[in-house]
């Protein structure tokens, strides 16, 4: 035996307890389903300091998480920051930068109001401070329904200035009656002032707090003025950002009508004005408005009754709007509406669907029975007596209908299919090619006798079935009564007697 060899088949195994998977750099893995099967699965490294300032990557060669500052969130004044809704802000704090402060530009509006809004001063910028003036210079804002509604919950001003020395300046903000001054001569000969007003602090007199629960809608006023001489200055922006509510209280709910009753509904206790939130921190209270109608005792007259007045509040007997839907109890009229507070009929309601013009029948109401029934047309009412060579077909008095013989030629055919009514009831018909007019070549279909003195038997033209019906009312009839005389049909199919058999002598 010189050489032999061992052929196989094996599948290796991927991973499992003594076969890890490889390590990949900034990689973790697990192994799934461990064995011959098993398959390695890698997540990248989560590097996230929460740091919204920094730059977080894994770096291979260490297989380390690294952290790097980003250089648009590194900041020391406001004017720093790119965006105008942006404020410089010790990190982790609501506190403005300070030398040495860690800081970075934050937005005014907090992430947990997703509803902050701001309002911008659009027109009048930059605005000229006249110096040593006790007058000053305003620039107000008007705001809309259409931009923010409801009562405010949280605010926050911003305002800009240019002046040589901020000492000299004095800032007030008033709204719906109510002035708090912002800034009071503080600061001494740094130049102007860049500053974000949250609820506190302010230089006072008054606080932000004083216009919690104001609605947010009208005329916002911002007043500067210079009381020292010698310098002079501008306002260069200022704006207002607004979280609102529908309301604090239920007098913020009145919507003008006495018909409702407005309420406040809150979702938890109202925010306290001595424990306001500062910015970036969370707010508290305000709720939904709510408009409960107010309910009238019901009435039974659908075009009549009470209802609640809007100028006074008051449940009051008042008419229904005209052409509000009623009945008349009438089974004979339709749609029936108000009209200046009483029901009036409709027009009457169409039983044509009964008319059957071949016969001298029309369809009418009949109130006693509630029901369309089939009576016979007036004399002289259009019919068709199903023969094509005759004109004017006209109902007569006893509710035959008879037509006028058309002159010669006005009928003519020239095969049997001109023949051809459409009716399967009144037999076959054929062209008679000696007078080319048409005649009948097999008789009307017989349906037999009815079932009752009343009834009788209609052919359906259009299906050539076989109906049964009540006989018109007024046919004469046999009740089978010996002691009655002048036996008609009735309605519904009855015969009856008219009148009582006289006794012999």
């Keep these: 035996l010189e050489e032999w060899k061992i052929y196989g088949k094996y599948a290796p195994i991927q991973c499992d307890a003594t076969h890890p998977c490889p390590d990949t750099p900034c990689m973790t893995w697990v192994c799934l389903n461990p064995g011959p099967s098993g398959q390695c699965k890698y997540t990248p490294f989560n590097c996230d300091d929460g740091d919204a300032c920094t ?44 030398v040495g402060d860690t800081c970075q530009c934050t937005p005014i509006c907090p992430a947990n109001e997703p509803t902050c809004k701001p309002l911008y001063v659009l027109a009048g910028l ?25 009562v405010l ?10 002046h040589p020395a901020m000492g000299d300046l004095k800032a007030d903000l008033c709204h719906g009656g109510t002035c708090v001054t912002l800034h009071n001569h503080t600061g001494g000969s740094v130049p102007g002032f860049w500053h974000v007003y949250s609820y506190d602090p302010a230089d006072g007199p008054g606080s932000l707090v004083d216009f919690l629960g104001l609605g947010v809608d009208g005329d916002w006023t911002l007043k500067l003025y210079d009381l020292v001489q010698g310098d002079s200055g501008k306002l260069l922006n200022w704006t207002l950002y607004v979280v609102t509510v529908d309301c604090f209280e239920d007098a913020d709910c009145d919507d ?63 008419a229904q709007p005209n052409g509000t839907p009623c009945d008349d109890h009438l089974f004979c009229t339709v749609n ?24 001298c029948v029309v369809g009418s109401c009949n109130e006693d029975l509630d ?22 077909d006209r109902c007569n008095a006893q509710g035959q209908c008879i037509g006028s013989v058309t002159p010669p030629g006005v009928c003519p055919c020239q095969t049997d299919l001109d023949c051809d009514d459409k009716d399967l009831c009144n037999g076959t018909m054929k062209c008679d090619l000696n007078t080319h007019m048409c005649v009948v070549d097999q008789g009307p279909k017989d349906c037999g006798p009815a079932s009752g003195p009343c009834k009788v038997m209609r052919c359906i033209p259009s299906t050539g079935q076989c109906v049964e019906q009540n006989a018109l009312p007024g046919t004469p009839c046999e009740d089978g009564l010996y002691c009655t005389v002048g036996d008609t049909c009735q309605l519904g199919g009855v015969c009856q007697g008219t009148g009582t058999r006289t006794a012999l002598p």
């Design 153 to 162: 919950k949280r605010l926050w001003v911003k305002v800009q200035t240019e």
């Design 336 to 359: 029936d509406t108000c009209q200046n507070g009483q029901c009036r009929s409709g027009p009457a309601r169409d039983c044509s669907s009964l008319n059957d013009p071949k016969h």
């Design 126 to 150: 930059p605005m000229n401070i006249p110096d040593n003036n006790p007058l000053g210079a305003s620039l107000t804002r008007t705001v809309v329904s259409a931009e923010a509604k409801g």
């Design 371 to 392: 029901l369309c029934v089939q009576t016979q047309a007036p004399e002289n009412s259009v019919c068709d007596d199903n023969n094509v060579c005759t004109d004017v």
């Design 55 to 98: 730059t977080d990557s894994c770096d291979p060669a260490t297989n380390q998480c690294v952290h790097k500052a980003k250089s648009s969130c590194s900041c020391t004044t406001h004017a720093d920051c790119e965006s105008p809704d942006d404020v410089c802000l010790k990190v982790g704090t609501d506190q403005a930068c300070s």
């Design 256 to 318: 003008g009508n006495k018909c409702t009753v407005d309420t406040c509904d809150q979702e938890g206790l109202p925010v306290q004005v001595d424990a306001l939130p500062l910015m970036g921190q969370p707010g508290g209270g305000g709720g939904t408005c709510k408009h409960t109608a107010i309910q009238c005792a019901p009435s039974s007259d659908p075009c009549f009754g009470e209802q609640c007045n809007p100028s006074t509040g008051q449940c009051e007997p008042m």
